[in-house]
């Protein structure tokens, strides 16, 4: 397969995963719940003797991390999901969700001072600013034009790039001493158990009797999980990792896109009027990442 081929199918699967999801009737905490088992149950039969040999040497601190690892991807994924699902009292657009979401990266360059000691490139600083900045675009409009609820949207997107900042910092942190397969099975497992405990403690309706709804939910463990960012990890083999963080700045366009087409769902003016700074800063903090890596 061809890089671009692959990249191509990699960011098709994982926009997908919007659409998917606002098909589904199911609850957001539920909805994330079936599509980390499935993809655990997919990924068992493969990754369960590597995984287990490599756990066994890893020493108590990375376990925890482990741990943590699945908890925010399991916060990442709920509150994502809640953010514009369908059954969802406090639904935004999927426009405005899968931008503010992908702000990740600019969540990740703002902590890593407090965190790391590291300064942060003067372009990764105009890149937060503007990613900020179309942000607070994206929820002043939402708050304006559709409400309160909206407003709480938006910032269920943002908790939900929260979390994929710490499952971006922690895998950064254990993918030096684990395989990919021997650290995706345990996270997900743990993430799955997370998920499971918040629906009990939720009262979220946990166990789904309809065949459409797991049609969706497998749907989802096979095409944005193990597709696409599984091809996505194996992209890294050949392009450096801002490349591959540049190229996910497509998900929003092509989720927006899927939705518009399929259920038409069009994004409010706010929505793309936000989405131009986000995605411009996303840009300058993946270049601040590519001039430090061909930096001599």
């Not at 002043?140 to 943002?158: E, K, Y």
Request: with cysteine.
């Amino acid at each position: 397969m061809s890089l671009a081929l692959g990249l191509g199918v990699a960011i098709t699967a994982i926009s997908s995963a919007a659409l998917l999801i606002r098909s589904s009737g199911a609850d957001a905490v539920t909805i994330a719940l079936w599509r980390l088992g499935y993809a655990t149950a997919i990924l068992a039969p493969s990754s369960l003797g590597p995984a287990r040999r490599e756990l066994r040497a890893l020493p108590t601190r990375e376990r925890w991390m482990l741990a943590a690892s699945g908890l925010v991807l399991a916060v990442h994924f709920a509150a994502w999901i809640a953010s514009f699902a369908r059954s969802s009292r406090w639904a935004t657009s999927v426009a405005a969700s899968s931008t503010l979401v992908v702000l990740h990266p600019a969540l990740v360059a703002l902590a890593t001072p407090w965190l790391f000691g590291e300064a942060v490139p003067r372009r990764a600083r105009w890149g937060i600013g503007l990613s900020l900045l179309g942000a607070a675009v994206i929820a002043l409009g939402d708050a304006a034009s559709q409400g309160r609820n909206a407003l709480v949207g938006d910032l269920l997107a943002l908790l939900g790039a929260a979390g994929g900042a710490g499952y971006f910092l922690l895998g950064s942190r254990l993918r030096a001493t684990l395989s990919l397969r021997a650290y995706l099975l345990p996270v997900y497992a743990a993430a799955t158990l997370c998920l499971a405990g918040i629906g009990a403690l939720s009262g979220s309706a946990l166990w789904v009797p309809s065949a459409r709804e797991h049609a969706l939910f497998v749907a989802l463990a096979v095409g944005p999980m193990v597709i696409g960012h599984g091809l996505l990890n194996w992209s890294l083999r050949y392009v450096p990792a801002w490349a591959v963080s540049a190229s996910i700045l497509a998900e929003p366009l092509a989720a927006s896109a899927l939705v518009l087409a399929v259920r038409g769902e069009a994004p409010p003016w706010s929505a793309v009027a936000g989405a131009l700074p986000v995605l411009a800063g996303l840009f300058l903090i993946a270049g601040a990442a590519r001039r430090e890596d061909t930096e001599p």
